[in-house]
């Protein structure tokens, strides 16, 4: 009965098109009012909204959100990119292959998928345009790259993950990067595929080790800062939350007094911005952390994981149904909301079959991150279609592959534990 009130609640505000994070606290103060037996008061919302918002790693967000607007605007995104460009801009989709590349390597060092989308984006689907790729195939590529942002260490939904359920946020950042890698190897893939067959050529130009060399100098301080960043965490010599004001630090230096291109104007418009952002991403953390604490007290977790291990024992299928329910959600809600509320959910259920926390920690934030280039929520899909004009529709016809191709990863996730769990062999 409990369950039932609060999920109905919550689905009828989302379909009323209420903001998310105002749907997950009215939904959570319904329930309490017509489940509750009185014991637990209606103060509990704004207390666990509070408390939940009172944490040292969770500091870690908005420091590694105004690091990606630093550098997006920093000129250190354009210097990789053109790195990346010498390597691989002249073969079959190279273009393609430079921006995935690029977004592997800006992942290491913002942490979002939007601000990922967005940095390398800006740059690359006008120059693909420009050299005859398909304007859907241009926009797509970075849309399905940009949910690698939250895969590679340092990833938000990973610390948010951290947070809700006690896992070590350094230990999700260490099992992320193997599947994070591989996310951006399958991606290339699809890409070459795709090209072959559409006729997408490369940059009519030779590899040249000058220009390798030329680029190398030019992109060496942004090429340092996910070493200074993700060696000082694996190291110990600073903790995730550290490292995330750590590289504000570096991105405003570099951005600022080495390219020159960080003015006043741009880094009022990137505090400005990550402010917004960090705003509304706190308000759902607060009021996600209420709701999840009522699903704790209600037994709901318990409830599921009882049901779901009814279904079928078969370890296989149990874990298709989750991922496909991880997906479907992804598709509706926002990563945070949906890691907050739905990790101490399913967590008990995973443990269960013998799967880590820190591997279901990479499952659920890749399951969810997919849902950043999928209808109808799909963050990643609006905003790549914001920079370059180009329609979600002529998109589709190409991310479908890319999904495959992520699909592919998300199957060696879930079936082989040594994939996220090599690094603590």
């Avoid at 993950?161 to 890698?181: E, N």
């Avoid at 318990?302 to 329910?325: D, E, G, W």
Wanted: glycine share 10%.
């Amino acid at each position: 009965m409990q369950a039932a009130v609060l999920f109905t609640s919550f689905f009828v505000l989302l379909l009323l098109t209420v903001p998310i994070g105002y749907s997950i606290g009215i939904a959570t103060i319904i329930a309490l009012m017509f489940t509750g037996d009185g014991t637990v008061p209606l103060l509990m919302v704004s207390q666990k909204a509070v408390t939940g918002c009172d944490s040292f790693p969770l500091m870690a967000v908005p420091f590694f959100m105004l690091a990606g607007n630093l550098m997006s605007r920093g000129g250190i995104a354009k210097r990789i990119l053109d790195f990346f460009d010498t390597f691989m801009g002249f073969i079959t989709g190279g273009l393609a292959m430079v921006s995935t590349i690029t977004c592997m390597f800006f992942a290491a060092i913002s942490g979002s998928a939007m601000a990922t989308t967005s940095a390398v984006g800006s740059f690359m689907i006008p120059a693909m345009k420009e050299h005859g790729y398909a304007e859907g195939f241009s926009a797509g590529i970075c849309a399905a790259a940009g949910t690698i942002g939250v895969i590679i260490p340092p990833s938000i939904p990973f610390v948010i993950y951290g947070v809700a359920t006690g896992t070590s946020i350094t230990d999700l950042f260490r099992a992320g990067l193997l599947p994070g890698i591989a996310m951006g190897v399958a991606l290339m893939i699809a890409c070459f595929m795709i090209s072959k067959k559409e006729g997408f050529k490369g940059e009519t130009r030779d590899f040249s080790l000058r220009a390798v060399w030329v680029t190398f100098k030019k992109a060496f301080w942004a090429l340092l800062s996910p070493v200074i960043i993700l060696g000082g965490i694996y190291s110990g010599y600073f903790t995730p939350t550290e490292a995330a004001v750590i590289s504000v630090v570096y991105s405003y230096i570099v951005g600022r007094f080495v390219y020159h291109e960080l003015d006043r104007k741009s880094t009022y418009a990137a505090l400005k911005s990550t402010i917004v952002v960090n705003g509304a991403t706190t308000f759902m953390v607060g009021l996600s952390s209420a709701f999840a604490a009522y699903l704790s007290l209600a037994g709901i977790p318990r409830q599921l994981a009882a049901a779901m291990l009814q279904i079928s024992n078969n370890q296989i299928l149990l874990l298709v149904i989750i991922n496909i329910f991880l997906l479907i959600v992804g598709c509706l809600v926002d990563n945070i909301p949906a890691t907050i509320i739905l990790a101490p959910i399913l967590l008990p259920v995973v443990t269960s079959l013998g799967m880590s926390p820190v591997t279901f920690g990479v499952l659920i934030t890749m399951n969810l991150a997919i849902g950043f280039c999928t209808p109808p929520y799909g963050i990643d899909l609006f905003v790549a279609s914001a920079i370059s004009g180009v329609s979600i529709g002529k998109m589709m016809k190409y991310m479908v592959w890319f999904i495959l191709a992520l699909f592919v990863v998300l199957a060696m996730v879930t079936y082989w534990p040594s994939f996220t769990m090599f690094v603590f062999n």
